[in-house]
């Protein structure tokens, strides 16, 4: 009885760790995947959204966002969709590349780059930063529930 209780125990976590090991897996999107073509659009009319407020945020982050931006400070998603002040508003704003990687069926992080032209002391500059974005798929609907972007130099 003893050993029959060990076999079975045995066997269940063997098989808990086979799931959890597929649950685990991993794959890069590729160029044909519909989902990953939906989140890089998402992601390039977020990018553009900088320049010229598209309503895209509002549609692709999760009510529970939490952001890092490119300065170390925590945002959400009720203070993405502040549109900045028309003085200090970029312009050119574009996504340079994006790639996305799946980790199961309801989650995937982004992996991008995306430049800028803004106003800085009488003159302009261009902005370079690179990002990492996470998409969970809940109730059916893809929505970025997180995101870190960090400042480059431009090449």
Same mark, same amino acid.
Do not use: H, L, Y
């Given at each position: 009885m003893f050993r029959r209780i060990i076999k079975i125990t045995l066997v269940g976590v063997a098989t808990l760790m086979t799931v959890s090991a597929h649950g685990q897996q991993s794959r890069w999107a590729t160029k044909d995947d519909a989902t990953a073509n939906y989140m890089i659009s998402m992601e390039r009319q977020w990018a553009?959204? =900088?320049c010229k407020d598209n309503g895209v945020a509002? $549609?692709?982050l999760a009510d529970d966002f939490q952001g890092t931006s490119t300065k170390g400070e925590r945002y959400t998603k009720k203070e993405e969709?502040?549109?900045p002040s028309s003085s200090n508003r970029p312009h050119d704003c574009k996504l340079d %590349? =994006? $790639?996305?990687? @799946? @980790?199961g069926n309801e989650m995937a992080i982004a992996y991008g780059a995306e430049r800028r032209i803004v106003p800085a $002391?009488?003159?302009e500059e261009t902005q370079c930063q690179i990002w990492t974005d996470v998409w969970l798929k809940r109730k059916g609907k893809w929505q970025i529930v997180a995101a870190q %972007?960090?400042?480059v130099e431009c090449k």
């Open positions: 553009e959204s =900088a509002e $549609k692709i969709m502040q549109p %590349d =994006a $790639k996305v990687r @799946f @980790f $002391k009488g003159t %972007d960090s400042k």
